[in-house]
């Protein structure tokens, strides 16, 4: 997670920005071919500044909220399988999601709260009294589930695997997904909540494949520092041509007309012994990671 900073128009994008920006397909319009439709996105299609004074985003709009949104300080994220090959199901709970996700946005519970206590609660609580913390909400779907609902020639060219890379140890157990919600927000129990109550009423549909939590610390707009003490250099484009050119996808190409303002998303775990890093000298550190403090 790294801040948005402004970059010029002939900024050359590292290998590393790159990487952030392939893999799991934003749902907004690629289900749309099983009747859902472009549900998720944000009024602002672009440029959308902070606010300090406003603590909630819109859930609607031109492209979905957690792109172009500033980055927050938190962030659950989780990827799901399916259990479920029931297409209309799948329909049903993508529309219920929506209204959840708009609901939490807000800075409000999932649903009605039920006053019957022999009952479990429709929403778990632990959000009430926090507001909205800037929260947003990011789905995405992968080629798998297209594969699974029957949508094999429906899937973009975009939507390809990544090569394999030098040094590369991938888990299973961590990799892939056929469903993925983003939350992120200024509070970590509003963020966790998200993902929680999103997926606890659709047991019986999905399953969670993985799921990952994080943090930055920064002030304002100042890059933040990471747990190795080194500041992240990513520069994600924020200009509305940079956003254009590389993080939402061209509308050339084939079956590409299911996925206008959509973006690819590629997530990368790296696992980092901080005692080791810690314990070496200074310059080798630098040298490794390519980065001076």
């Known amino acids: 997670m790294t801040n948005y900073e402004q970059v010029n128009d002939s900024t050359q994008f590292s290998r590393r920005t790159f990487l952030k920006m392939l893999g799991i397909g934003g749902a907004g319009v690629a289900i749309g071919a099983s009747g859902v439709g472009s549900m998720w996105s944000f009024k602002s299609m672009f440029n959308t500044p902070e606010d300090p004074e406003k603590d909630a985003y819109e859930f609607y709009g031109k492209v979905q909220p957690g792109i172009t949104t500033p980055t927050q300080k938190t962030c659950n994220f989780v990827a799901l399988d399916l259990k479920s090959k029931d297409r209309d199901a799948i329909k049903a709970m993508f529309k219920k999601w929506t209204v959840m996700a708009d609901r939490m946005m807000d800075g409000d519970t999932v649903g009605k709260t039920s006053n019957n206590p022999l009952m479990p609660p429709v929403d778990t609580g632990e959000s009430i009294g926090l507001g909205a913390s800037k929260l ?24 390809k695997d990544l090569p394999h890379f030098p040094n590369d140890q991938l888990i299973d157990d961590y990799s892939d997904g056929d469903i993925m919600i983003q939350a992120c927000s200024n509070d970590s129990q509003v963020s966790f909540h998200a993902v929680h109550n999103l997926v606890r009423p659709f047991r019986d549909i999905v399953k969670v494949r993985w799921a990952q939590s994080g943090f930055i610390s920064a002030k304002g707009k100042e890059t933040p520092r990471n747990l190795m003490a080194f500041k992240d250099g990513t520069i994600n484009p924020r200009k509305s041509n940079q956003l254009k050119d590389y993080v939402f996808i061209n509308t050339d190409g084939r079956n590409m007309e299911l996925i206008v303002l959509s973006d690819v998303f590629k997530y990368t775990l790296k696992r980092g012994i901080v005692l080791h890093w810690k314990n070496k000298r200074l310059h080798l550190v630098a040298s490794d990671i390519v980065a001076h403090r």
């Open 136 to 159: 947003t909400i990011t789905f995405g779907i992968s080629k798998s589930l297209m594969k699974k609902i029957g949508l094999s020639s429906k899937i973009p060219d975009a939507f």
